[in-house]
């Protein structure tokens, strides 16, 4: 467990990051999928957004359309989804 992490933070974030090393990139839904299927509590959309953000481990690469079943807000029926990484930088986490 990295020192930094705060206590409950820690097992979501070894999970972001055992997956983006297999996946490389990854879209946030996607991302968010993995943790609900793995954490037994899973994510809210908000907490992972919030680690995301907040720990220099992760980086946000851009920004990408997920074409969705239903025109709402969005006329052209794209939603748009962050895209993160690892960062070049972060150091091992184990």
């Known amino acids: 467990m ?3 992490w705060k206590k409950g933070q820690a097992r979501t974030v070894n ?3 055992k997956f983006l090393k297999e ?6 839904p996607k991302i968010k999928e993995y943790l609900n299927t793995h954490l037994r509590n ?14 220099p481990e992760f980086e946000k690469v851009g920004m990408t359309g997920y074409a969705g079943e239903w ?4 006329s ?5 989804h ?3 990484r ?3 930088s972060s150091g091992s986490a184990e």
């Open 42 to 55: 899973g994510v809210t959309s908000s907490r992972l957004s919030n680690v995301l953000s907040k720990y």
């Open 2 to 4: 990295h020192y930094r």
């Open 86 to 88: 690892l960062a070049k």
């Open 15 to 17: 999970r972001i990051i």
């Open 82 to 84: 962050s895209i993160w």
């Open 76 to 80: 052209d029926g794209n939603f748009p």
């Open 23 to 28: 996946e490389g990139e990854a879209p946030f």
């Open 71 to 74: 025109n709402g807000a969005y």
